[in-house]
């Protein structure tokens, strides 16, 4: 994909002294701050919002329905998991070169040709034969997924206004906590009368309705006149690709060398991508904007907000079914209360984050989850349904005020043009610190068979207290990409 789009828009791969290229259809161009006239601002992030749900509700879907895959392609639980692992892989290592391919080609196009290939691999996943082809056709959901998630919070910044910026962002994250939300009831409801293939296909008249919509309204944005470096985007792919294998690996108890042997690799690729890219005007890996306190501050929250996130979520299936011996149905409404104030909590904070600093508003958000994973951790020995659920609404509360602020902050601490990179860091930062809190639950089980629920979910509490730490810093830092907030 990444290739296809290069040879659309330059013949040549030479650098340019200059950082913004002026379009040949400049009167539809949409500077970033002003946005979209308000008639076509609402077509355009429902839009969004149709290919981010589907996106995000998949990935629920297929960890919901792994076991009856597993069974149905006459393979292996523990090979099975490759129908997950394919699809947050081939995220991984697009995210930041189509986020940087956005910058050059233009945002609306990566996000089409994403949703276009997520819509057509769907097809393909719904009528693989074989846990390989299943696999490859995942893999190329992921990729399709990637060109939709690398851009999608560059998009917002031009479909919003900068003083109602934060209720875009908040929308986004209310239908991510929705599709979250609902994705093991819907993947339960369509296995109760369809075979699993369906899963899938139910994405491809969703997808064609948002691809129709999107062509018409997505913005045209500026573009940049600097090269796309292929050298650098395999280098990234390396390098975040063997990341993920390593802490995936390492979660599962692989071979100590192996694992070592991925992290050092890993590593190594990091380093030339970083050195190769040192010169670029608009690095891949975006170290110029890490430069900035604000962003880097916001990065870290992201990161470690997301790791407490999924220490938690990992975690609590096994303790309400092992400690508690609660039943998979259960253990399905006991997870629900986080999500769905997650829900309520995102489109408040959004439009608080347009008069209110990020560093307040994230920083109460992620005590309050730092509290809440204390009160799991030392629940009661027979905790009651009312026990348990208002505790979950804490920490479901806490995210959700902590999500749409520091993401806003996240872009608008970013130039206009460097949109690209910003996006590609908040979806990174996700992935990246989902992925830690899922290997850490594992490595908590392997110190301690019984108390480890209890010992995730106090690790949970501490990634969330660092998060607030790191908050609450932004504080003492200026933001120059944006106007002092109006209270």
Excluded at 117 to 131: E, G, I, M, P, R
Aim: proline share 6%.
């Amino acid at each position: 994909m990444q290739y296809l789009f290069l040879t659309q828009y330059r013949s040549t791969m030479e650098p340019s002294k200059s950082t913004a290229a002026p379009a040949a259809n400049s009167s539809h161009i949409v500077i970033a701050g002003e946005g979209l006239p308000a008639d076509k601002r609402s077509l355009a992030i429902i839009t969004l919002l149709i290919a981010v749900g589907l996106a995000t509700l998949d990935t629920a879907i297929a960890n919901t329905a792994l076991p009856v895959m597993a069974k149905d392609l006459n393979t292996t639980p523990a090979a099975s998991v490759w129908i997950v692992t394919a699809y947050q892989l081939a995220m991984m290592v697009s995210l930041l070169p189509l986020a940087a391919l956005g910058e050059i080609i233009g945002y609306r196009r990566i996000y089409i040709a994403g949703l276009a290939l997520f819509t057509a691999a769907s097809l393909l996943c719904a009528v693989a034969w074989s846990l390989p082809t299943l696999t490859v056709a995942r893999f190329l959901q992921g990729l399709g997924g990637a060109g939709i998630m690398s851009v999608n919070t560059a998009l917002i910044r031009f479909i919003y206004p900068t003083r109602s910026l934060g209720r875009g962002v908040g929308l986004n994250t209310l239908i991510v906590a929705i599709a979250f939300t609902v994705g093991p009831s819907v993947a339960s409801a369509i296995l109760a009368i369809a075979p699993w293939p369906w899963l899938f296909a139910v994405n491809v008249p969703l997808g064609i309705i948002g691809l129709a919509l999107a062509v018409p309204s997505l913005p045209y944005t500026p573009k940049s006149s600097h090269y796309f470096d292929i050298k650098s985007a395999l280098l990234n792919a390396a390098a975040f690709g063997l990341l993920i294998l390593a802490i995936g690996e390492g979660a599962h108890q692989a071979a100590v060398n192996v694992v070592v042997l991925e992290f050092v690799a890993a590593l190594v690729c990091g380093i030339f991508l970083l050195r190769r890219q040192a010169s670029h005007p608009a690095p891949m890996l975006p170290v110029d904007l890490f430069r900035r306190p604000m962003f880097t501050l916001s990065a870290i929250t992201a990161v470690c907000s997301f790791a407490a996130q999924g220490l938690a979520f990992v975690s609590l299936p096994f303790f309400f079914h092992h400690d508690l011996g609660r039943t998979q149905v259960e253990i399905g409404l006991l997870m629900t209360p986080w999500p769905v104030a997650v829900a309520i909590m995102a489109p408040i904070a959004g439009r608080m984050s347009d008069h209110y600093p990020a560093g307040i508003l994230g920083g109460f958000g992620l005590a309050m989850l730092c509290i809440g994973l204390l009160l799991m951790t030392f629940m009661p020995a027979e905790p009651s349904v009312f026990d348990i659920s208002w505790r979950m609404l804490v920490c479901g509360m806490g995210f959700g005020f902590f999500q749409s602020p520091n993401l806003k902050a996240l872009m608008t601490s970013a130039p206009p043009e460097r949109s690209g990179g910003a996006s590609g860091i908040v979806a990174t930062a996700r992935l990246l610190g989902q992925s830690i809190g899922a290997a850490l639950v594992a490595l908590c089980f392997s110190v301690s068979e019984l108390h480890g629920s209890k010992l995730a979910l106090g690790l949970g509490a501490g990634f969330a207290g660092a998060a607030c730490l790191a908050s609450f810093l932004r504080l003492l830092t200026s933001n120059p990409a944006t106007p002092h907030a109006t209270k």
